[in-house]
């Protein structure tokens, strides 16, 4: 059974920072590229970060630039999203993700594997 398992967000002040881990079961992280995705109140789903297979290829979303980083531990089957310099509208629910391999890239809008939210909360 395929399950991505995201921690507990928490609750953090602006200017704080907060790491979500999402732990992978499954299937074989290695041949895939992982995703982190938010949804905050009232909007759309969005992509935030994402990192290719070999860890080499790395995206952001412009609003997270510079103060969220992607990583991922094939060998413990985990992900990770340390969120820094946390602002109120970070506030949402945090999903991890996976996509297939389809080459050293990762894309901020596509997934094969989705895993149960996370709320995050920043207060200002």
């Known amino acids: 059974e395929v399950q991505l398992v995201a921690s507990v967000g928490g609750l953090a002040q602006a200017g704080g920072s907060l790491r979500l881990s999402c732990a992978v079961s499954g299937f074989a992280l290695d041949d895939y590229a992982i995703v982190w995705f938010r949804q905050a109140p009232g909007t759309q789903r969005e992509g935030v970060s994402c990192?290719?297979?070999?860890?080499?290829?790395?995206h952001y979303a412009d609003y997270v630039k510079g103060r969220f980083t992607i990583s991922r531990d094939n060998a413990k089957k985990m992900v990770y999203l340390q969120m820094n310099s946390l602002e109120s509208e970070d506030t949402g629910v945090y999903y991890c993700?996976?996509?297939?391999?389809?080459?050293?890239?990762?894309?901020?809008?596509?997934?094969?594997?989705w895993g149960q939210g996370t709320q995050v909360t920043v207060s200002s």
């Open positions: 990192m290719s297979v070999d860890h080499g290829t790395t």
């Open positions: 993700a996976a996509e297939m391999f389809t080459g050293y890239v990762c894309s901020l809008d596509k997934y094969d594997y």
